[in-house]
């Protein structure tokens, strides 16, 4: 069994697990406690507390530190997302997604715990809930940028193992009833969704678009299954006297 971690006098971490540490000291009976930090940095703090206490210095006086709200994180990475990237719209429903549950917390309060729950609890599928873990660490790294956060949480919550394999294709029936509705709902991702340009090749990009194999492709599969015939392919190719 491993040993627990020594405690340090004058020093709490919250929240837990955190990586935000706090002080705790006493002058002539009065309580002070400082939000700090990094643990090194909240261990010189309390020292020289306690060194200002015992040398009677007057202690500064403490004022109420605005609190960063993941509100005003995730409105930022929205308005870095305009700027830099094209996607930006993903980001927008995403905040608003967020609105509720989170938008009025403290952005130092929110745990990788709850990260991980929140996902685990309102996204359907893995890749929903790495895009959404990603959008967390983009709030609080820009957070961190402009001083506003010290830690980003989501850095501790894993990513979800994503199942990409395709099942299968669309009919074309299928595809004209499901573009339709892209069209209706959400035209601007209609793009992503079309079907290859027209060309001089267009029946061969239907028929790749829709699953059915070209000949050129059907050939390959068969030889990659048919190991004589894969063998009997590279004897008779030019250069490679026996296939070697």
């Given at each position: 069994?491993?040993?627990?971690?020594?405690?340090?006098?004058?020093?709490?971490?919250?929240?837990?697990?955190?990586?935000?540490?706090?002080?705790?000291?006493?002058?002539?009976?009065?309580?002070?406690?400082?939000?700090v930090?990094?643990?090194?940095d909240?261990?010189?703090?309390?020292?020289?507390?306690?060194?200002?206490?015992?040398?009677?210095?007057?202690?500064?006086?403490?004022?109420?530190?605005k609190?960063?709200?993941?509100?005003?994180?995730?409105?930022?990475?929205?308005?870095?997302?305009?700027?830099?990237?094209?996607?930006?719209?993903?980001?927008?429903w995403k905040?608003?997604?967020l609105?509720?549950p989170?938008?009025?917390?403290?952005a130092?309060?929110i745990?990788p715990?709850?990260?991980?729950?929140?996902?685990?609890?309102?996204?359907?599928?893995?890749?929903?809930?790495?895009?959404?873990?990603?959008?967390?660490?983009?709030?609080?790294?820009l957070?961190?940028?402009?001083?506003k956060?010290?830690?980003?949480?989501?850095?501790?919550?894993?990513?979800?193992?994503?199942?990409?394999?395709?099942?299968?294709?669309?009919?074309?029936?299928?595809?004209?009833?499901l573009?339709?509705?892209?069209?209706?709902?959400?035209?601007?991702?209609?793009?992503?969704f079309?079907?290859?340009?027209?060309?001089?090749d267009?029946?061969?990009?239907?028929?790749?678009?829709f699953?059915?194999?070209r000949?050129?492709?059907?050939?390959?599969r068969?030889?990659?299954?048919?190991?004589a015939?894969?063998?009997?392919?590279q004897?008779?190719?030019?250069?490679?006297?026996g296939?070697?």
């Amino acid at each position: 069994m491993g040993t627990q971690p020594r405690k340090t006098r004058g020093l709490f971490e919250r929240p837990a697990c955190s990586g935000i540490w706090w002080i705790n000291y006493f002058v002539k009976g009065k309580q002070h406690r400082e939000k700090v930090g990094r643990k090194s940095d909240a261990i010189a703090l309390y020292q020289k507390r306690k060194a200002d206490a015992r040398r009677g210095e007057k202690l500064p006086e403490l004022r109420p530190q605005k609190v960063t709200t993941f509100g005003e994180l995730a409105n930022g990475a929205v308005d870095y997302a305009k700027v830099h990237l094209k996607t930006w719209a993903d980001y927008d429903w995403k905040e608003r997604a967020l609105r509720e549950p989170l938008g009025s917390r403290p952005a130092g309060e929110i745990t990788p715990q709850e990260i991980d729950r929140l996902l685990t609890e309102h996204c359907r599928t893995p890749a929903t809930a790495n895009r959404f873990r990603a959008f967390f660490s983009l709030c609080y790294r820009l957070g961190m940028e402009n001083g506003k956060v010290m830690t980003n949480p989501a850095r501790l919550v894993r990513m979800r193992r994503e199942n990409n394999a395709r099942l299968r294709y669309l009919s074309r029936d299928e595809y004209k009833k499901l573009s339709g509705i892209i069209l209706r709902g959400n035209p601007r991702q209609h793009p992503a969704f079309s079907r290859p340009e027209a060309t001089d090749d267009s029946a061969d990009a239907d028929e790749e678009w829709f699953g059915t194999e070209r000949p050129s492709q059907q050939r390959r599969r068969r030889r990659s299954q048919n190991p004589a015939e894969t063998g009997k392919a590279q004897t008779d190719r030019p250069g490679i006297p026996g296939g070697r």
